[in-house]
């Protein structure tokens, strides 16, 4: 279950945190075909057309248009959101005589490479399978990355992003679990697990680890909730509290209404979990009139808490 959903709005907003991959990236060093005469390195720009959370804050990454003195031998723009593709071309003819540009990433529909920590995401970010079988009506991942996992080489990272890692084979799981018990800092499952794939030995693994990881589940209609309730029985049985438990609720798509999503997020809260409200948005980005207010409070746990409580008075 991963939040990379072209129809989704709202905090990462899913896709935006969806690396973004061309076709064929060129590695970092010069080709050193002749070893007495080294070639000089290439130098890549990554171009974003908005910064979030999740994008990289090396040297080589640039958000908008180029600086006076920025040239490269390559200009990658990379687009996360359907909604920026009219501002990625406006950056690739700004950055046009700068460099090769090219323009690519989930928006534009290119399918996924092996993942380079860092590279399109900031390190901690990790992607280990991309596609999904699982074909939500919403979203965009397994319409471009195949509707099946395709296991990549593990990268270490502590934020994992795959569109459904439980999709994954039970070897490629175990090895992403080996990898994330070598990270420090704390592991999030901000893609998402699928709840209707979770078993006991997954939450053994998860369990195993050094400090409690954080969860995300979904709950985005009707047919979610069973599942849902399940998941949720079987991380509460085994510790998992609401502040490391998380579900997004997708809401505002055609038919939703506010009474039902409202409805949702309650249900969330009373299965021991903290919802996140993510407004549905079509191609163009535009979110449904209304939404945007309704769903600011059921994005932060303080709020909603508090809010909880004076009704509750
Ligand atoms: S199709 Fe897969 S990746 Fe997409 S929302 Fe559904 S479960 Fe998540």
Redesign the pocket.
Known sequence: ?????AGRGGRLSSSSVRPATFAAIPPHRGGGAAASAPQPSKTILRVFPRRTRATPDDANVRIGDPGFWDEADEVLVSVAFTWDIPEAERLAVAWKGRGRVRVGGPAMGTVGEDFVPGHFLKHGYTITSRG?????W?????KRDGAEARELPIRDGWNVLD??LL?CSEGHIRGVFAMLARQTNRVEFTG?L?AARLKGWHIDLLSGLRRRPVVFL?Y?DNNDLEPFIAACRLLKHAGWHRRVLRAYVLCGYPGDTQAAAESRCERVLSCGADPMAMVYRGQDGILPDGWRRWARSWIRPAAMHARQRTEAL
Request: proline letters at 5%; aromatic letters at 10%; a negative charge.
């Open positions: 279950m991963s939040r990379h959903i999904c079988p699982e074909r939500c919403f979203c965009g991942a397994w569109d459904n999709a998402g699928h979904a985005d």
